[in-house]
């Protein structure tokens, strides 16, 4: 009797654990979403950087129309800092902020795998301890 | 970040959570605020007000950070009460 309540203890625990790490799972994929982001935004900083001051390019307005623009000059960008507010940074003080946001996601992520690994260490340490217990019946 | 106002005694967890987001978000704010502060006086700000971005400064961003702070303060001192007396039930 008390081996199956504490079956079902240890059943519930691992249930839990298991839902732990699929939620940082989530949250790790909606890093990934931001990385990607962020990582396509400087891309498309340097490209118009390339392409240079006189370019025309198409601005999209709304989800379906784009307007043509001519690009006057890509010396100042302007970047949201959060809590909806934009600052103007110069191009290079911009692509430096969003590079710095990127290390700061990996270094996250970094964590919650870390977590992760932890999490399947200690569901591990419950299933093996849970194996033990009928061996050590076993043995008696 | 829409934080729901409390409507009557929460379950535990919900109040725990909403807590850890408000204490995120003053964090965030903070972050912004120090970020502002080093930049170059006469910079452009914006404050994004959904549809359109409107023209700022400093002053200006500074202010609506205080104010959003300070509702987000006093939310967090509700929600923090109602989390004592919710303790003190169990």
Do not use: C, H, W
Request: proline share 3%; no cysteine.
């Amino acid at each position: 009797m008390a081996e199956k309540k504490e079956q079902l203890r240890i059943e519930e625990q691992v249930r839990a654990l298991i839902a732990q790490i699929e939620s940082i799972r989530a949250e790790i994929a909606a890093i990934d979403a931001a990385i990607n982001a962020l990582r396509q935004t400087v891309a498309t900083l340097r490209t118009l950087k390339k392409l240079g001051k006189g370019k025309n390019v198409l601005i999209p307005v709304g989800s379906i129309a784009q307007v043509e623009m001519k690009i006057e000059n890509l010396d100042k960008v302007v970047v949201s800092v959060g809590q909806n507010i934009s600052a103007e940074l110069s191009y290079d003080e911009a692509v430096k902020y969003i590079e710095d946001e990127i290390e700061r996601l990996l270094a996250l992520r970094l964590v919650l795998e870390q977590t992760i690994a932890d999490l399947y260490a200690q569901i591990d340490a419950l299933i093996r301890g849970q194996a033990q217990q009928p061996q050590q019946e076993e043995n008696k | 970040m829409n934080v729901q106002q409390p409507q009557g005694v929460q379950p535990q967890e919900n109040l725990l959570l909403q807590l850890q987001l408000i204490r995120a978000e003053l964090e965030q704010i903070e972050k912004v605020k120090e970020f502002l502060k080093k930049l170059d006086p006469g910079r452009k700000i914006y404050i994004n007000l959904g549809p359109v971005m409107v023209e700022s400064n400093y002053l200006e961003a500074i202010q609506y950070l205080e104010e959003k702070e300070k509702e987000l303060r006093a939310l967090l001192l509700q929600l923090e009460a109602q989390l004592s007396s919710s303790q003190f039930k169990v």
